[in-house]
């Protein structure tokens, strides 16, 4: 708008405001154009969560459409006429609506899963991470900071209340039967929560630094262990969630270095996570891979994610944590088959 005035200098005040008006018309008109377009289609789209550079407030959202294989960025920005925030840390589908976890900026993003539109903010938060469903109404999200895992009513999109956490920063949150599982990065555990009763009833002692998790095809709970930047070594380890009780333990080899992104396949019995490379393991197997599945190019790989429809197995390059991304489509045998631009640090998906 600056320049646009600045190269009008000689137009009278009266010129210059009817011009503004006419400008801030047509804006508004392109913008309402914009929000009454179904931009997502259910089953043809994936998410791309874009982190943005700490403290920057350049975080935003992508939409790969599997359609026309196009890749739409910045589209929280686009729809709304405003930035996401710092930090966007992770997303979830819940009912209708897609729920935008800004960590650094302490807040939660609602916004229509077709259109994008924002519905709500969800503030108070000290460093949200992750956000899960526990029932029709009510909604778990871990904190790096708070101490506690946040009760959102999901109604109203409030905070309701809070769980005293022991564990300090809780990540990844895991749903099965009348049970959450919370990994405690810095305790080096597994909390269990009754989500009945919103009390925490056991935790298990894991590998070092416990972050992402997933569930195989016999219902298993499986905990990826990044390890630490100090060389303390992380792995994988497998919870009988019924009871609770370990049944698996699998370190990584002193030098694999740190590893994240633990996801699953539809069937349930393939687990992938990044190790440098990406590797993959049969839940079936008794003992870890020694040859990765999709070998680094001089790539970062950085976040991973599943095509539930084809297989297909999505990863992130984060290049240098500064510039914009890439974001990788290989087939479930580590064939490349497409390469999309992404926003600043891509961490990670979510399949619509």
């Known amino acids: 708008m600056k320049n646009f005035l600045s190269n009008k200098v000689k137009l009278s005040i009266l010129s210059a405001l009817f011009g503004m008006v006419l400008f801030t018309n047509c804006e508004k008109d392109e913008q309402e154009d914009l929000n009454d377009q179904t931009i997502t289609e259910k089953g043809n789209g994936v998410f791309v969560i874009n982190e943005g550079a700490f403290q920057n407030e350049n975080s935003s959202l992508s939409y790969i459409d599997k359609i026309s294989g196009e890749i739409h960025n910045d589209l ?5 006429n405003r930035l996401l925030g710092d930090v966007f840390q992770s997303m979830e589908i819940i009912n209708q609506s897609a729920y935008l976890v ?3 900026s302490g807040v939660i993003e609602v916004v229509d899963t077709k259109t994008i539109e924002l519905k709500a903010t969800i503030d108070g938060f000290t460093s949200p991470r992750y956000i899960l469903p526990v029932d029709e109404s009510t909604a778990y999200v871990s904190d790096l ?5 946040w009760i959102v009513n999901l109604s109203d999109n409030t905070i309701e209340d809070g769980i005293e956490f022991p564990g300090g920063w809780s990540e990844a949150l895991v749903k099965t039967g009348k049970n959450v599982f919370v990994t405690a990065p810095n305790a080096n555990k597994v909390y269990v929560i009754d989500h009945i009763s919103h009390t925490i009833t056991d935790s298990l002692e894991v590998l070092p630094q416990p972050g992402s998790m997933a569930i195989d095809k016999y219902g298993m ?7 630490t930047w100090e060389g303390e070594t992380g792995g994988l380890t497998a919870i009988d969630p019924g009871t609770p009780e370990i049944t698996t333990e699998l370190p990584f080899a002193d030098d694999s270095g740190f590893h994240s992104s633990l996801t699953v396949n539809k069937a349930g019995d393939i687990l992938y996570y990044i190790g440098n490379d990406i590797w993959e393991f049969s839940v079936d197997e008794t003992a870890l891979p020694s040859v990765p599945l999709i070998e680094n190019q001089g790539e970062y790989f950085y976040g991973m994610g599943i095509s539930p429809s084809t297989g297909n197995i999505y ?6 944590f500064n510039q914009k991304g890439k974001v990788l489509q290989f087939t479930s045998e580590g064939d490349k088959i497409n390469s999309f631009d992404g926003g600043i640090v ?3 998906f979510v399949f619509y």
Do not use: H
């Not at 900071?145 to 895992?149: D, H, L, N, Q, S």
């Not at 990863?315 to 240098?320: F, G, K, L, S």
């Open 221 to 227: 709970l499986w905990v990826l262990s990044e390890g």
């Open 145 to 149: 900071f708070a101490g506690k895992i």
């Open 76 to 80: 929280f920005y686009d729809v709304n």
């Open 315 to 320: 990863v992130t390059d984060a290049i240098d």
């Open 102 to 104: 800004v960590n650094n």
């Open 346 to 348: 891509p961490a990670g």
